[in-house]
Structure formats: structure tokens, C-alpha cells
């Protein structure tokens, strides 16, 4: 069975950072591409970054560019998206994903990804 697990949410001032997991199971990590997204209250789901382990392809979103870096870590089949230089605007419930299309689309790919996590609250006071 496929899982994904976020974690690391958290409610935190502008300009400070927050690190957020995903751990995964039930398929070869490296064979499938990982995605963040989020989803802020009253919009719809975006795209922030993702990764694909076997090659390390990671593309970004406009937003996340220059801030968001994501990583993976194959032995703990965990990603890993490190947010820095948090805005307000960043507030949403973020989501990991997998088995979608990694490019630099991924702003607009939420649809490609077959299997999503719970998601993990991040909310940036100002």
C-alpha cells in the first residue's frame, strides 16, 4: 500500500524557515517522481516543487524559486522541503504527492499525481 506521510507544519513569523518531510512507502523510491503542493484557504491547489531521486531532476514553482529547496534521503525514502525566507502568503496546508509528472509545470500538475498525503498545516504570521 502506498503511503505518504507529511510533517514538520507549523506556525512560525515572517522571514524565519520551516523544514517539512514527507516519508514514504509501499513503492521503489527512486523509481517515482515526488511532488509538494499546497493549498491555501479559498484558492485551489498549486505546485510548489518536486523531485524525481533516481536522476535528481527538481524543478520549482515561481514562488518557491530562490527560497524552497527539496531534497531526498533514499535510505529514509523521505522528502524533504526546505522553506526559508517564509511570507505570509505562504500560509496554506502543504501536500505531498507521487507517481506524477515532474517538470517545470508543476505549478499546474496537482492532477498528474496519483497518491497524496494528509497534508501538514503551515501558517506565516507577519
Known amino acids: 500500500e502506498v503511503q505518504l506521510v507529511e510533517s514538520g507544519g507549523g506556525l512560525v513569523q515572517a522571514g524565519e524557515s520551516l523544514t517539512l518531510s514527507c516519508t514514504t512507502s509501499g513503492f521503489e523510491f527512486d523509481d517515482f517522481s515526488i511532488g509538494w503542493f499546497r493549498q491555501a484557504p479559498g484558492k485551489g491547489r498549486e505546485g510548489v516543487s518536486c523531485i524525481f531521486s533516481r536522476d535528481g531532476s527538481r524543478f520549482y514553482a515561481g514562488s518557491a524559486k530562490g527560497r524552497f529547496t527539496v531534497s531526498s534521503d533514499k535510505a529514509k525514502s523521505t522528502v524533504y522541503l526546505q522553506m526559508n525566507n517564509l511570507k505570509p502568503e505562504d500560509t496554506a496546508v502543504y501536500y505531498c504527492?507521487?507517481?506524477?509528472?515532474?517538470?517545470?509545470?508543476?505549478?499546474?500538475?496537482?492532477?498528474?499525481?496519483?497518491?497524496w498525503g494528509q497534508g501538514t498545516q503551515v501558517t506565516v504570521s507577519s
Open positions: 504527492a507521487a507517481f506524477g509528472f515532474c517538470n517545470r509545470d508543476i505549478a499546474t500538475n496537482d492532477r498528474s499525481f496519483d497518491y
